[in-house]
Each structure stands twice: as C-alpha cells, then as structure tokens.
C-alpha cells in the first residue's frame, strides 16, 4: 500500500520549533519531489515549501522563508520540514505530498501536480 506518514506536529508556544517528518511507505520516495502543505479550516490549501528528487533544489513561500527548512533522506524514505521561530499564524493541519513532477527543475508548490498525500499532523502555535 502506498502512503505517506506525517509526524512531529504538536503544541508549540511562539518562538518555539518543530521538527516535521513524512515517512513514505510502499514506493521509493527519491523517485518524487516532496512538497508540504498547510491548510486552516475555512482556507484553501497553501503549498508551504517543496524539494526537488535529489534535494538540491527547495522552494518556500515568503512567509516562512528564513525560518523554516526542508529537507529529505533518501536512504530513510523520509522528508522533513524544520520549523523554527514559529508564529501563531502558522497553525494549521500540515501535510506532506509526493509527485512525479518530472521535468521541473525546482517543483512548483501547487497541490494538483502532487499525486500521494500524508493523513496530516496538527501544529499549533500558541502560548
């Protein structure tokens, strides 16, 4: 069966970090660009930040840029999202997806090029 796994969501107070990992199951995962995503309820979805197969290309939204990193392992079929100086705004459900996206050189954060999708984890910032 072929799935992602988020985890390290929590409980944060602002300033604080977290380390968010996608665990891929069932396919190899250096075959696919990673991208995470966010959404709050009564918002659409946001592409977050995404990572090219080979990891030497990222991408971030403005927002998080500065504070937030992405990054996979290959070898451990797993990415992560390193999130730190955390602010309230950042409080969402965030998931992980894994696309094809051949051809692109630093894969675009746009959910409908992403073809497997994690359950999602909830992080809240809050003191």
């Known amino acids: 069966q072929l799935q992602l796994v988020e985890s390290g969501g929590g409980l944060v107070q602002p300033g604080g970090s977290l380390r968010l990992s996608c665990a891929a199951s069932?396919?190899?995962?250096?075959?696919?660009?990673v991208g995470w995503f966010r959404q709050v309820p009564g918002k659409e979805r946001e592409g977050v930040s995404s990572i090219s197969h080979s990891g030497s290309s990222a991408n971030y939204i403005d927002s998080v840029k500065g504070r937030f990193t992405i990054s996979r392992d290959n070898a451990k079929n797993t990415a992560y999202l390193q999130m730190n100086s955390l602010k309230a705004e950042d409080t969402a459900v965030y998931y992980c997806?894994?696309?094809?996206?051949?051809?692109?050189?630093?894969?675009?954060?746009?959910?409908?090029?992403?073809?497997?999708w994690g359950q999602g984890t909830q992080v809240t910032v809050s003191s």
């Open positions: 997806a894994a696309g094809s996206l051949l051809g692109w050189g630093t894969p675009p954060m746009r959910s409908d090029l992403y073809d497997y």
């Open positions: 069932g396919f190899t995962l250096d075959y696919y660009a």
